[in-house]
C-alpha cells in the first residue's frame, strides 16, 4: 500500500540496545559530577577534619566568623578556648575554625 515492508519493520522493534544508548549521557555526566565536584568537596572536608584534630595550644587561628586568635586551652573534643586580645579569652567551638595560620609549641611538661 503507502507503507512499504522495510519502513514498518523498522519503526515496531525496540530493541534493548537502544535503552543502553539512552542512559549513557547520563551515566557520563554523573562521571564527570563526580570527579569535578563530589571527589574535591570530599577531599577538602577530610583535610578539615584532620586540621580540627590536630589542633594545639598555642596555634594561631581564624574562625568563620574572621577573628584571629590563638589557642590557650584545648577544652575538649568539641570546644577550644582562644586569647583573642591580652586577656580576652572566649570558648569557640572547633568546628568554626577555618584555618590555621601558624603552628604553636607543644606544652611543656611541668615535671
Known amino acids: 500500500m503507502f507503507i512499504s515492508p522495510a519502513f514498518a519493520q523498522g519503526a515496531g522493534g525496540g530493541g534493548g540496545g537502544d535503552l543502553l544508548i539512552t542512559f549513557i549521557p547520563f ?36 574562625t568563620g566568623g574572621g577573628l584571629v586568635g590563638k589557642i590557650s586551652k584545648v577544652i575538649d573534643e568539641a570546644e577550644i578556648e582562644v586569647e583573642i ?3 580576652v579569652r572566649v ?3 572547633r568546628a568554626f575554625v577555618q584555618e590555621v595560620r601558624a603552628k604553636g609549641e607543644p606544652a611543656k611538661d611541668k615535671s
Not at 28 to 38: D, E, K, M, Q, S
Not at 43 to 61: P, V
Open 27 to 62: 551515566i557520563l555526566i554523573f562521571v564527570i559530577f563526580y570527579f569535578l565536584l563530589i571527589r574535591p568537596q570530599q577531599k577538602r572536608q577530610k583535610e578539615h577534619r584532620e586540621m580540627l584534630g590536630a589542633l594545639r595550644r598555642g596555634d594561631n587561628i581564624v
Open 85 to 87: 586580645a591580652k586577656d
Open 91 to 93: 570558648r569557640i567551638m
